[in-house]
């Protein structure tokens, strides 16, 4: 989350960083999602890139903001639970993510 966002000027912007990783991760769609109608509830599996001290809470907002910029989803408030956690079968900097149907 630290290096999501950048303040220029008095403006806030996606940091360097942050747009490479959702130009990057928004290309690789590898399993090549489908679209999400409706309220969803997701699972994210991720691999930790090193063995560094790590907070998960900063995962889901930036990968929940690039499905719906990818248009996987119409708006990241379909989410209506969420659940982050690493996993050291994801390779080291990867993510999957599982969405599931809702009793909503």
Known sequence: MNALWRSNQGKVHRSDRYSQWRHDAGWEKAQRPGHVDGQCKVVIGAGKPDERCRDINGIPKALLDLLQACSVLNDDSQV??????????VAPGCMIIVKGTTDA
Do not use: E, F, Y
Not at 80 to 88: F, R
């Open 80 to 89: 209506t639970s969420l659940m982050a956690k690493w996993d050291n079968t």
